[in-house]
């Protein structure tokens, strides 16, 4: 998505370039501002670092909520 935008705005910002100053190349470039920052934070975002992955729960891990039960399930008799 982030390369599609970004080739985007380039092609905006050729078409841009041929136009005659005034209102129109005003605004596209008023809207080129607000993309370049808009994909920039995208792209920040994009290689924030992630968490890691929490290890699955064992035995041990409920024993202290489970109130004297046993994490094994119920005792045999």
């Given at each position: 998505f982030m390369s599609?935008?970004?080739?985007?705005m380039t092609a905006v910002r050729?078409?841009?370039a041929a136009l005659p100053p005034g209102q129109e190349k005003a605004e596209i470039e008023a809207w080129l501002a607000f993309a370049t920052t808009?994909?920039?934070r995208l792209t920040e975002?994009?290689?924030?670092p992630k968490l890691p992955t929490p290890p699955k729960p064992g035995a041990a891990d409920l024993e202290p909520f489970l109130r004297g039960w046993s994490p094994y399930g119920p005792h045999s008799y």
């Open positions: 599609l935008l970004a080739e985007y050729s078409h841009t808009h994909l920039q975002t994009a290689s924030a």
